[in-house]
Structure formats: C-alpha cells, structure tokens
C-alpha cells in the first residue's frame, strides 16, 4: 500500500515558481503510475499531470503545457511538479495521486491512493 506525502506548497508571487514534491512510502512506488491534480476552492478536481512508472510517458493538461513539468526518481521514490510562470488562477490545494494501472490518465476516479495535499497560494 502506497503513503503519499506533498510538500513544497507556499505563496508565490504572480511569475514565480514552485516545485512541488511528493514522498511515497511504499515498496512499491516505482510500479505505479503517478499523478498531480489540483482543487481550488468551491471548483472540482482538476487534473495537472501525469507520468507513468518509467517516466517514459507523461500526460498534461492542456492548459498548463510549458508551464508545468512532472518527473520522477524511483531511486528516492518521489514525483516532483515543477511549476514556472505561476498565476493567480494556479491557487488551489495540490494533491499526488498513484494508480497501478493508467488507462485515464485526467481521471481523479481512477487513481489508487492520494497524498493530503499542499496548498499553493499565488499572490496578484
């Protein structure tokens, strides 16, 4: 059973970057595929990125394409979501997210196990 744990949140001017992280700690993490969604408040779930266990396919939202950039490193069993060029409209609670088999990749319902999520707050 895979535990997942983000950090990295934090308020960020208008430009800024951040990069989030997301700690599994199951002995397993490299067999699962990952992924980052976001929720802003009084809005659903929404999905960022995706990256499969070897990392050789990665899925985004069209709407963040060149902003954002997911990878992984099964040697320390971590996903990272680095975020560039951050906006106002990125606001929101981010949440990892595994499933073991990826068949929809923007599918919150499909995915295993999610982190608690860290807020990332993007100040105008």
């Not at 700690?25 to 699962?32: E, L, P, V």
């Not at 990392?55 to 490193?73: E, M, N, P, Q, V």
């Not at 319902?109 to 999520?117: I, T």
């Given at each position: 059973q895979e535990q997942l744990v983000e950090s990295g949140g934090g308020l960020v001017q208008a430009g800024g970057s951040l990069r989030l992280s997301c700690a599994a700690s199951g002995r397993t993490f490299s067999s699962y595929h990952m992924g980052w969604f976001r929720q802003a408040p009084?809005?659903?779930?929404e999905f960022v990125a995706a990256i499969s266990w070897s990392g050789g396919s990665i899925y985004y939202a069209d709407s963040l394409k060149g902003r954002f950039t997911i990878s992984r490193d099964n040697a320390?069993?971590?996903v990272y979501l680095q975020m560039n060029s951050l906006k106002p409209e990125d606001t929101a609670v981010?949440?990892?997210a595994a499933v073991f088999r990826l068949l929809r990749p923007s599918e919150y319902g499909d995915y295993e196990y999610w982190g608690q999520g860290t807020q990332v707050t993007v100040s105008s």
């Amino acid at each position: 059973q895979e535990q997942l744990v983000e950090s990295g949140g934090g308020l960020v001017q208008a430009g800024g970057s951040l990069r989030l992280s997301c700690a599994a700690s199951g002995r397993t993490f490299s067999s699962y595929h990952m992924g980052w969604f976001r929720q802003a408040p009084g809005k659903e779930r929404e999905f960022v990125a995706a990256i499969s266990w070897s990392g050789g396919s990665i899925y985004y939202a069209d709407s963040l394409k060149g902003r954002f950039t997911i990878s992984r490193d099964n040697a320390r069993n971590t996903v990272y979501l680095q975020m560039n060029s951050l906006k106002p409209e990125d606001t929101a609670v981010y949440y990892c997210a595994a499933v073991f088999r990826l068949l929809r990749p923007s599918e919150y319902g499909d995915y295993e196990y999610w982190g608690q999520g860290t807020q990332v707050t993007v100040s105008s």
